[in-house]
């Protein structure tokens, strides 16, 4: 499965976006922390962390003895960039165009 499927897959679900919410809030989090904030057995927080580190946007790191897991915004902002970015150039580019020109500056 190409890259974007697995990330629009990753984004698809509410409980993957909620805990991607709590690693941006504070990163490094343990499984045990992050389970403590959703409805769901210790299992089904394992898989949907699995399944976000397979699409890229969660990177675990061992220390000692517990696993943390840390935010990686970079294939967000490629989707971003990818299919988002370039439908709306033209737009905000007219409108800095209509702002320069209404306040008189020059491109």
């Known amino acids: 499965m190409p890259d974007d499927d697995l990330v629009f897959k990753a ?3 509410p409980t993957r976006r909620f805990l991607l919410d ?3 809030e504070r990163d490094g989090r343990t499984l045990t922390e992050l389970e403590t904030q959703v409805d769901m ?3 089904g927080v394992m898989k949907h962390l699995k ?6 946007l969660v ?3 061992k ?7 840390f ?4 294939p967000i902002r490629q989707i971003h960039d990818r299919w988002i970015d370039k439908y709306t150039e033209r737009q905000v580019t007219a409108l800095l165009d209509l702002k320069n020109e209404l306040e008189g500056e020059e491109p």
């Open 71 to 74: 935010l990686n915004p970079v």
């Open 41 to 43: 057995t210790r299992f």
């Open 63 to 69: 220390e000692g003895r517990e696993k943390r897991h």
């Open 11 to 13: 984004l698809a679900d």
């Open 59 to 61: 990177v675990a790191r």
């Open 51 to 56: 399944l976000l580190e397979e699409a890229g």
């Open 22 to 24: 709590l690693l941006f």
